[in-house]
């Protein structure tokens, strides 16, 4: 009963086309209180489109949408929300104090500005005209903006893109000072290594389906694995044939595949006589898997499971 109380974003096998392009299709994810969830997806992925939905600008083909307890674009849960959309515009000859005074009066019950100035690290920049901002400072300006009202919930659309290493770690570190204020947050990003240092939980979109989902160590279990590379006259298709669940491709004179039970599946490989000469088992890193498992979208994953019959 409690875990549904708490339960602040409940997105249910929504579907979504425009004209003949399948944008989502059959998502579910929800959000509880004090919890960062974050959106995980490539260009195109899904991500705008699904929190279009949430704000509710978009009417969905099929599922639900409801937010804070009211169908998604209720006022009495617009009331509840702060967002930050990507190129949202800000005036440039307005002090950033006078920004936030402005957003402040909108709002019944604000937070006090010195609480945002310092959850936002914008402290030091009170008296600065916006346009003398960097990229990074004016992103920072526009969460104040969505946090000022005092929000259970904040959504936040890939609010470090294009922002330098430095400048997205200062964001994080945003984000983290929100979370520990006991804020839910929905974070969209294209990036895993984000993704990993802010969410309790990662939902991963590809072409409109979520493809991979769980905490962090989950996901980077399904994504993590070996790259299996040697050199061989069978084909693709030959090595489907010993291992029906791994996908291979061919490289030149090379065949490769992805597998979290290499030790395993190269017993199988050897019983079956596959002529295998210059062989390699390699680590891969978080993100190359990443992008093995959006390209690939669905399949659940690149990898076989680990608790899948071996040798
Ligand atoms: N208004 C629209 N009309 C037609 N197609 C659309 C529209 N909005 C989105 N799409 C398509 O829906 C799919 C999902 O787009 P969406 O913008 O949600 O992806 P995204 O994950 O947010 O990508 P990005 O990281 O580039 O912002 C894409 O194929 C996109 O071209």
């Given at each position: 009963m409690?875990?549904?109380q708490?339960?602040?974003?409940?997105?249910?096998?929504l579907?979504?086309?425009?004209?003949?392009?399948?944008?989502?299709?059959?998502?579910?994810?929800?959000?509880r209180?004090?919890e960062?969830?974050?959106?995980?997806?490539e260009n195109?992925?899904g991500?705008?489109?699904?929190?279009?939905?949430?704000?509710?600008?978009?009417?969905a083909?099929?599922?639900?949408?409801r937010?804070?307890?009211?169908?998604a674009?209720?006022?009495a849960?617009?009331?509840q929300?702060?967002v930050?959309?990507?190129?949202?515009?800000?005036?440039?000859?307005?002090?950033v104090?006078e920004?936030?005074?402005?957003?402040?009066?909108?709002?019944?019950?604000?937070?006090?500005?010195e609480?945002?100035?310092?959850?936002?690290?914008?402290?030091?920049l009170?008296?600065?005209?916006?346009?003398?901002?960097s990229?990074?400072?004016?992103?920072?300006?526009?969460?104040?903006?969505?946090i000022?009202?005092?929000p259970?919930?904040?959504?936040?659309?890939?609010?470090?893109?294009?922002l330098?290493?430095?400048?997205?770690?200062?964001f994080?570190?945003?984000?983290?000072?929100?979370?520990?204020?006991?804020?839910?947050?929905?974070?969209?990003?294209?990036?895993?290594?984000?993704?990993?240092?802010l969410?309790d939980?990662i939902?991963?979109?590809?072409?409109?389906?979520?493809?991979?989902e769980?905490i962090?160590?989950?996901?980077?279990a399904?994504?993590?694995g070996?790259?299996?590379?040697?050199r061989?006259?069978?084909?693709?298709?030959?090595?489907?044939?010993?291992?029906?669940?791994?996908?291979?491709?061919?490289?030149?004179?090379?065949?490769e595949?992805?597998?979290?039970?290499?030790?395993a599946?190269?017993?199988?490989?050897?019983?079956?006589?596959?002529v295998?000469q210059d062989?390699?088992v390699?680590g891969?890193?978080?993100?190359?898997a990443?992008?093995?498992?959006?390209?690939q979208?669905g399949?659940?994953s690149?990898f076989?499971?680990?608790?899948?019959?071996?040798?």
């Amino acid at each position: 009963m409690q875990a549904h109380q708490d339960l602040l974003v409940n997105v249910s096998h929504l579907t979504k086309k425009f004209g003949q392009q399948m944008a989502l299709d059959d998502i579910s994810l929800s959000i509880r209180a004090n919890e960062v969830v974050a959106l995980l997806g490539e260009n195109g992925a899904g991500k705008t489109t699904t929190i279009s939905h949430l704000l509710g600008q978009l009417e969905a083909d099929s599922g639900s949408v409801r937010l804070l307890g009211h169908p998604a674009g209720h006022w009495a849960a617009k009331q509840q929300m702060g967002v930050m959309l990507q190129g949202a515009a800000l005036p440039d000859n307005v002090t950033v104090i006078e920004q936030l005074r402005l957003f402040a009066s909108y709002y019944p019950d604000s937070q006090s500005l010195e609480q945002v100035l310092n959850t936002a690290l914008l402290t030091d920049l009170t008296q600065r005209k916006i346009q003398t901002l960097s990229g990074g400072q004016k992103q920072r300006l526009l969460f104040a903006m969505a946090i000022i009202g005092t929000p259970r919930l904040v959504i936040l659309d890939e609010p470090t893109v294009g922002l330098d290493a430095t400048a997205r770690r200062e964001f994080w570190a945003c984000i983290r000072a929100l979370a520990a204020q006991g804020t839910a947050v929905l974070l969209t990003t294209h990036y895993l290594e984000e993704a990993d240092a802010l969410a309790d939980s990662i939902v991963v979109l590809a072409k409109g389906r979520v493809v991979a989902e769980g905490i962090p160590a989950q996901i980077k279990a399904q994504l993590g694995g070996k790259r299996v590379c040697f050199r061989s006259t069978a084909t693709p298709t030959d090595l489907k044939t010993v291992l029906p669940h791994c996908s291979a491709s061919r490289r030149g004179d090379y065949l490769e595949f992805y597998t979290t039970t290499p030790e395993a599946h190269l017993k199988q490989l050897f019983a079956a006589n596959l002529v295998i000469q210059d062989l390699t088992v390699s680590g891969i890193s978080l993100e190359d898997a990443f992008l093995q498992l959006t390209q690939q979208a669905g399949v659940v994953s690149p990898f076989p499971l680990q608790q899948e019959k071996t040798a």
